[in-house]
């Protein structure tokens, strides 16, 4: 069995483990940081703060996403240009290699 006592506090809310013998504070826990009314259902808060934090998570990949998407998209389009450009004008010499200039 327990050793102690588990007490709530009226005020902020922590809990604390008492000895039932000595009276001695066992164990300290910090108030709950998930915004639960005193008597409310931890579990319920613990879950729609995890499904929060998923679909905040979920916003920020696919922003991340289309932004990568759409980067990606203008370098292939300058990679075409450049291309095309080399294509009209004919030079087809490699560029020279800073190596190559010693």
């Known amino acids: ?8 506090c009226p005020f902020c809310h922590g809990s604390v483990e008492i ?3 000595s009276g001695k504070v ?3 826990w910090p108030p ?4 639960v009314a005193p008597g409310g259902d931890k ?3 613990a879950m ?3 499904q929060k934090d998923k679909e905040s ?3 920020y990949f696919s922003t991340a996403k289309e932004s990568e998407e759409e980067r990606k998209r203008k370098l292939r389009e300058q990679f075409e240009k450049e291309k095309e450009r080399i294509r009209k004008e004919g030079d087809i010499t490699p560029p020279e290699r800073p190596f190559d200039l010693d």
């Open 43 to 45: 579990l319920k808060a």
């Open 57 to 59: 998570r979920e916003k």
């Open 1 to 8: 069995m327990a050793s102690g006592h588990i007490v709530e």
């Open 19 to 21: 000895d039932r013998e």
């Open 48 to 50: 729609q703060k995890l």
């Open 32 to 35: 709950s940081s998930l915004g």
């Open 26 to 28: 066992l164990q300290k």
